[in-house]
Every structure is written in C-alpha cells, then in structure tokens.
C-alpha cells in the first residue's frame, strides 16, 4: 500500500526557515507534490518534484530524493500568513499522470511574532 | 489553471437524507476527482469521474452511497447518500490541468 509521513506540528518566528519532511511508501512513485491549506480554504497547489533535487518558487521551495523516499518543504522568510496546514502528495502509480493523488495527513505551520 | 465552484458552499442535513455537490470548472477536462476531508484530517479520495463512463471508486466508497454524475467535461455531481453524522465532512472536487492540481472551494456538510 501507500503511506506518506509528516510531522503533525511545526512552530516558528516570524522571518525564519522551517523545513517540513516527507517520507513516503508507494508501489510506484510519479512525483511528490506540496499544497498549502488555510483553515476554512481550498487546498492550492505549491510546488511539484518528479526528479531529484530542488526547485525554487519564491520563498518557497522544495527537495525530493527519490532514492531515499523522501521530501522536504522549505519556506525562508516566514511570515504569519504562511501559517496553515502544508500536505506532501503523491501520484499514484496505477493512475500514472491522471491526477490520482494520495495525501499525507498535513503538518500544521503555526508562525508566531 | 482553472477555476472551480461548487454548490452548496455549506449545509447542515438531518440523517437519512441525501444531498447533492455540484461542481463546475470553467474549461474542458477529461477527469474530475472528489475528495472527502473529515475535520482536522487529511483529504481521502472518494471517486474518479471520467465524463461518459462509470465513476471509479476508492476502497471503502460506493457508488449506492456516493452516487456520481459527469453529464460533460466541464461538471460533476457528487450525491451523499442516506447520511449519518459521520458523513460531517468538508467535500472538495478537483481537476488537473497543465501538471498541476485545482481544488474547489469544497462543500462542509453537517448531518445531524
């Protein structure tokens, strides 16, 4: 089966870095894709990682190692409208590049003054 | 990108009864996904929607509880079926278009 981990909980400042992990178990593997999700809102897409290495979209970005199932989320200049629930994704192997996607169960970012 | 909306934004229903989402995106896609996301959870997929054929579900959802409707590449209707409490959920309909993924803003229901 599928399963992907991430942190429940993450807190920090105003201005700093936070780094959100992913580690994932999938039959196939297709890409790991990030969304962001305010309280109340519709998730949005973030960023997208096929390959290994990392891509860079303003102040966020984001890492996949595929060797070593894992991804991670980087946002730099953290600012109290980045607080929210961050969920790392991935395609399902069955649905090849038909949208399918299976969630983890979100890490809530808490940005704090 | 796309733009999606559904209907109702919101509802709050008395166990036993159904209701129906409505989702319309504003261009033509082959696919139409919906998703459940009970409180403080994760989003779960319900269903595949291709337009012309059977909806294709996902293990522990059924077509007589979560009937689903692709009458064209640009709607969907999601019916919650003969509802209990645990059917409170947020149900958001999503397309994927140009590598990336759009959600509408979701439907919460409350069954009471």
């Known amino acids: 089966g599928q399963s992907l981990e991430q942190p429940s909980e993450v807190t920090a400042v105003e201005g700093a870095i936070v780094q959100i992990n992913c580690t994932y178990q999938?039959?196939?593997?297709?890409?790991l894709s990030w969304y962001q999700q305010h309280d109340g809102g519709a998730p949005t897409f973030l960023s997208y990682?096929?390959?290994?290495g990392l891509e860079e979209t303003g102040r966020f970005s984001s890492f996949l190692s595929r060797s070593d199932s894992y991804g991670y989320l980087l946002l730099q200049e953290l600012q109290m409208k980045d607080s929210a629930s961050y969920f790392c994704?991935?395609?399902?192997?069955?649905?090849?590049?038909?949208?399918?996607?299976?969630f983890g169960q979100g890490t809530t970012l808490q940005v704090k003054p | 990108s796309a733009v999606i909306s559904q209907k109702p934004s919101r509802d709050i229903c008395q166990r036993g009864t159904s209701l129906t989402i409505q989702c319309q995106v504003d261009?033509?896609?082959?696919?139409m996904f919906w998703y459940r996301q009970q409180p403080g959870q994760s989003l779960t997929l319900i269903a595949t929607?291709?337009?012309?054929?059977?909806?294709?579900?996902e293990s522990g959802f059924v077509i007589d509880k979560f009937p689903i409707s692709r009458p064209n590449l640009t709607f969907s209707t999601l019916t919650v079926s003969n509802m209990s409490p645990e059917d409170s959920s947020i149900y958001l309909c999503?397309?994927?278009?140009?590598?990336?993924?759009?959600f509408g803003p979701g439907t919460r229901l409350t069954v009471t």
């Open positions: 994704a991935v395609r399902d192997r069955g649905s090849g590049n038909t949208g399918k996607l299976i």
């Open positions: 999503s397309v994927e278009t140009e590598g990336e993924q759009y």
């Open positions: 990682n096929a390959l290994d």
């Open positions: 999938t039959s196939g593997f297709y890409g």
């Open positions: 929607a291709n337009q012309g054929s059977e909806a294709t579900y």
């Open positions: 261009s033509q896609v082959t696919m």
